[in-house]
């Protein structure tokens, strides 16, 4: 009987130690959909996250724009303490943290391969880290790849001044709409990624930029035929999480946050290359045409972007020298 009782004691005991235990629930904000690489990424993210604090922390990944279309208002969220992560392109986080423009000038890598080495080298993680430094409330917890960004139009164009007088569709960033003007053409920034395919053929503008993933998932082929492979900037994706929301964890938690995010870094690179590949031949099989510059036709692209390179200069020169001195 004396057992009994024993045992029934323990177990209410343990109910109700573990009924105190507080679970905690997160959210990210993805405008992409559910099956875009960056979004995959943040699963596993939250999959790893939940298996190494044994279920009490569980992230949601919000994705297909489901809590905010336009990644600028999910950054707001984030400095208010109203979102706890986002993924957004590093271009919407430079324009509350200009020093990351440096990671987004054009013509900047070599090649895919030399971007992860920039990025992933002490330099190039103290240019991430300077998010948190800023007062934004904000931290960058990793960076995901997101390939190069070209244009995509309604018609045919081989060289910088073929720019001349078009709409083009960018990121709410000063240094994009720069960007544009210096090819001759009117950066039109506030058109959130799902509605470009709409805004091109209500004529509000004759294209956008963006990376061939994007143009094929988001259905903006549809729309602009023409995909001009100029690869005028290689813009990485940030995982950023709000500081408000870490100061709620403890340290132990703040750390497995942070290592699980830098895990992802390679698992959404291999799904990366994967997604180019697949959405390329989706839009070749479609029809539409992919315009492969030549050297020359390329160069007109970069001397004419030359100047963000003085800009850089002025501002920035540390940051930049130090990154252009790795091969």
Same mark, same amino acid.
């Given at each position: ?72 208002? =999910?950054? /707001?969220?984030?400095?208010?303490? *109203?979102? !706890? %992560?986002?993924?957004?392109?590093? @271009?919407?986080?430079? &324009? ?67 720019? =001349?007088? /078009?709409?083009?569709?960018?990121? *709410?960033? !000063? %240094?994009?709409?720069?960007?544009? @003007?210096?090819?001759? &053409? ?142």
């Amino acid at each position: 009987m004396k057992k009994a009782i024993f045992v029934l004691f323990s177990f209410f005991c343990i109910f109700f130690v573990s009924c105190g235990k507080k679970n905690i629930v997160l959210r990210i904000s993805e405008v992409h959909s559910a099956d875009y690489p960056t979004s995959l990424a943040l699963s596993e993210f939250a999959r790893l996250v939940e298996e190494r604090t044994d279920g009490r922390i569980r992230i949601e990944v919000h994705s297909d724009a489901r809590l905010f279309d336009d990644e600028a208002d =999910a950054v /707001l969220a984030l400095q208010e303490g *109203k979102l !706890d %992560f986002a993924r957004v392109s590093l @271009s919407i986080a430079s &324009s509350l943290s200009p020093r990351l423009n440096v990671l987004i000038l054009p013509y900047l890598y070599k090649d895919r391969a030399h971007q992860i080495r920039v990025l992933s080298s002490e330099a190039g993680r103290r240019v991430l880290d300077s998010v948190s430094e800023d007062g934004l409330n904000l931290e960058c917890l990793c960076w995901y790849d997101s390939g190069s960004r070209s244009f995509y139009l309604k018609k045919e164009v081989h060289s910088a001044s073929d720019m =001349a007088g /078009l709409k083009i569709r960018v990121q *709410k960033n !000063d %240094f994009m709409v720069k960007l544009c @003007s210096l090819l001759g &053409s009117t950066g039109v920034s506030g058109i959130s990624t799902n509605d470009v395919y709409r805004s091109i053929l209500n004529g509000l503008v004759d294209g956008a930029e963006n990376n061939i993933p994007t143009y094929q998932n988001v259905g903006d082929y549809q729309a602009a035929l023409f995909y001009i492979r100029d690869e005028h900037v290689r813009i990485p994706d940030l995982l950023l999480v709000s500081q408000k929301t870490l100061a709620k964890l403890s340290k132990a938690d703040v750390k497995i946050i942070r290592e699980c995010a830098l895990e992802t870094e390679a698992f959404e690179r291999e799904l990366w290359l994967k997604k180019e590949a697949e959405s390329e031949k989706i839009i070749r099989d479609a029809g539409n045409v992919i315009i492969e510059l030549t050297d020359e036709e390329k160069a007109t692209f970069f001397d004419a972007l030359q100047p963000l390179y003085s800009e850089a200069e002025e501002k920035y020169g540390d940051y930049l020298s130090e990154i252009q001195k790795i091969e």
